[in-house]
């Protein structure tokens, strides 16, 4: 199995990462994990990005895009993979498609988890107000102000994804803002059940016929004549031991006596 799961930031994506990883058997492939593994490695690809971020500057789509290469060969993700964190745009996606189509392997399911973002803010808020009343250190990441930063950076670039998955037939959606359980179960879900067009494309199955007497399903063509006709078609018996009327022995033992 093969998945992307889409969301803002916040939205719970590495902790349901971590639990399909886990139920399915599957490797968890996250863009920050792979960028700094192929550093530590001293691939050609790691020492690229190395030199990039040394600078400062965004790694480019083609070398991400490298490096996924490389970690898809990998046996852990033989069995399938789950991408937490890219794609970030269509430009992205776009490339995703072509690589996997190189390797004859494809999508199954694109998961968004749907969260209210104001809800969220609020969360973070109270977050940091419990850690400061415990006198920890609040991460600078963790702050409300760098979470509507990203906020807006999600929806300008990674939130067209939805539509363009959609367009494809493998978007899930699932609500994230029940617990993390609840969430889980919804993804189990929206998993197992097909979309529409899956629905469409599945092929029908064929009436199977049982042995012996072929039977229409509306019945024989004489049962469905109307139930005058069937009553004028059938046979007048004989009405037998009626009993003789006055003017009937009349008429017989006339004829009785022309006879004699």
């Known amino acids: 199995m093969r998945l992307v799961l889409l969301g803002p930031p916040g939205a719970g994506k590495g902790t349901q990462a971590e639990r399909l990883a886990e139920r399915y058997g599957i490797a ?38 490298a490096i996924i290469a490389d970690r898809i060969k990998e046996a852990d993700a033989a069995k399938g993979f789950i991408l937490d964190g890219f794609p970030r745009t269509v430009a992205q996606a776009e ?18 988890i749907k969260v209210d973002e104001g809800i969220l803010i609020n969360r973070i808020e109270n977050r940091i107000a419990q850690m400061q009343a415990r006198g920890e250190q609040v991460r600078a990441d ?35 803002m029940p617990p993390i359980d609840e969430v889980s179960e919804g993804i189990s879900r929206v998993l197992t059940k097909k979309t529409p067009s899956e629905a469409k494309a599945s092929p029908r199955r064929k009436p199977v016929r049982k042995s012996g007497r072929k039977t229409s399903r509306k ?18 018996r004989k009405a037998a031991g009626r009993p003789k009327t006055r003017k009937t022995a009349r008429k017989a033992a006339r004829r009785k006596a022309r006879r004699g």
């Not at 019945?219 to 007048?236: C, I, V």
């Open 28 to 65: 968890r492939l996250s863009t920050g994990d792979m960028l700094r593994a192929a550093v530590a490695a001293g691939t050609p690809i790691g020492l690229k990005a190395k030199d990039i971020m040394a600078r400062g500057e965004l790694v480019p789509d083609p070398v991400v895009i």
């Open 95 to 112: 490339a995703l498609e072509r690589l996997l189509a190189q390797r004859g392997l494809k999508l199954d399911a694109v998961v968004e």
């Open 142 to 176: 963790d702050k409300p102000e760098v979470l509507k930063q990203r906020l807006v950076a999600y929806r300008g670039q990674t939130a067209p994804l939805i539509d363009y998955y959609q367009g494809k037939g493998r978007l899930r959606t699932v609500d994230g």
């Open 219 to 236: 019945g024989s063509k004489a049962s469905r004549r109307p139930a005058k006709a069937r009553k004028a078609t059938r046979p007048k």
